[in-house]
């Protein structure tokens, strides 16, 4: 356990936010904290990753499944932002089949969505998409508002 996480302040910890930018900050994160999963009122969990079909640090609807939403107590709140890039996905759409067959995205409360993002910023074999709670705290518009792939086509336009 890292020196500056306090062992003995964890069993006190009822709300927890983790906030990982890669799938190893994830796992580390979730292998650190997975103790007090059970002892929770709300947790809250962001991401932002790239990850494969499968490997060590891959991340699934199966992952989050088993590793978080099941160790939470059933009156457990909790919110996702989970922003994943799934390499040579992006024909079978493998991991984004996998969230929607999940039982944490079929439930009332709270409501969790999973919508397919475009992959301008990723290149061509990246499936995008992101999981998330609603409400949701962060904006979350469609990205291709604002992709450069728009913005070269409105520059194109002649608006004689």
Request: one cysteine or more; glycine letters at 2%.
């Amino acid at each position: 356990m890292p020196d500056t996480v306090d062992a003995h302040l964890l069993r006190y910890l009822s709300r927890l936010h983790i906030d990982c930018a890669d799938s190893r900050s994830f796992h580390q994160a979730i292998a650190l904290f997975s103790s007090v999963f059970d002892q929770l009122s709300h947790l809250s969990l962001k991401l932002s990753a790239s990850t494969f079909i499968s490997g060590p640090l891959s991340i699934s609807g199966d992952i989050i499944q088993q590793l978080c939403i099941n160790r939470l107590k059933p009156w457990t709140t909790y919110a996702l932002n989970l922003s994943l890039y799934v390499e040579n996905d992006l024909e079978e759409k493998i991991i984004f089949n996998g969230f929607l067959k999940m039982p944490f995205v079929h439930r009332q409360r709270p409501r969790v969505h999973v919508q397919e993002r475009a992959n301008w910023d990723f290149g061509h074999p990246y499936h995008c998409f992101t999981v998330y709670t609603s409400p949701c705290n962060d904006k979350m518009l469609p990205t291709v508002l604002f992709s450069s792939d728009l913005k070269r086509y409105v520059e194109n336009i002649s608006f004689e």
